[in-house]
């Protein structure tokens, strides 16, 4: 008798045991998606007032540049880290109360809600303007105050520019319905 309550108890111990893991699984995933969408997350501002003020500067020979590892460089970017700034920039103006802002490889989509206080135009504006500055120029900036999109944007940040005709049907979507609101002015140089 002993023997079966050991070994029904054992057995007990082992399910509850994979049911605990994989919740656990979940809820690290969960905290994993919530602190990189944390915009307090590697906030990379300087310390000190002299790391602010610091100049950048490189100096390379062409020999430098021969060896192996240069070859293989790439130049890439953060677009995690340029979403962030965008809307941190924004936010920073009057009349916005959030910003979703997602960067692919060629777009910029960037839906906001704002106060009534401030004109569709010039919101419009203020939030394209503030991408065009920290982009490179062959970026495509589409705004919304369509506050709608903002769930539709979210659903996009685990995505990678490689998914397939889905993602690209998904973003074009997006920028179909952003290109119903005010998109501020062109820029006269493009």
Same mark, same amino acid.
């Given at each position: 008798m002993y023997?079966?309550?050991?070994? @029904?108890?054992?057995?007990?111990?082992? @399910?509850m045991s994979a049911c605990g893991t994989s919740?656990?699984?979940?809820?690290?995933?969960? =905290?994993?998606?919530r602190n990189e969408l944390d915009p307090t997350r590697n906030d990379d501002t300087p310390n000190t007032f002299e790391e602010e003020?610091?100049?950048?500067?490189?100096?390379?020979? !062409?020999?430098?540049?021969? &060896? &192996?590892? =240069?070859?293989? #460089?790439? @130049?890439?970017?953060?677009?995690? !880290?340029? $979403?962030?700034?965008?809307?941190?920039?924004?936010?920073? &103006?009057?009349?916005? =109360?959030?910003?979703a802002t997602l960067v692919t490889d060629k777009e910029v989509l960037i839906a906001y809600g704002k106060s009534d206080g401030l004109d569709k135009n010039? $919101? $419009?504006?203020? $939030? !394209? !303007?503030?991408a065009v500055s920290v982009m490179p120029k062959y970026f #495509?900036?589409?705004?919304?105050? &369509? =506050?709608?999109?903002?769930?539709?944007? #979210?659903?996009? #940040?685990?995505?990678?520019?490689?998914?397939?005709?889905s993602y690209q049907n998904t973003i074009q979507s997006i920028i179909k319905e952003m290109k119903k609101s005010p998109q501020g002015i062109e820029n006269e140089n493009k």
């Open positions: 023997k079966k309550f050991a070994f @029904v108890l054992l057995l007990c111990t082992l @399910v919740d656990q699984e979940a809820g690290d995933e969960q =905290e994993q998606i003020n610091r100049l950048g500067y490189v100096h390379y020979t !062409k020999d430098q540049l021969r &060896n &192996n590892n =240069e070859n293989n #460089h790439a @130049v890439t970017m953060d677009r995690h !880290k340029m $979403a962030d700034m965008i809307s941190r920039i924004i936010l920073r &103006n009057d009349g916005f =109360e959030e910003v010039l $919101a $419009a504006d203020i $939030a !394209k !303007k503030s #495509h900036v589409y705004v919304s105050d &369509n =506050e709608s999109l903002i769930p539709q944007i #979210h659903s996009l #940040h685990n995505s990678n520019t490689m998914q397939g005709a």
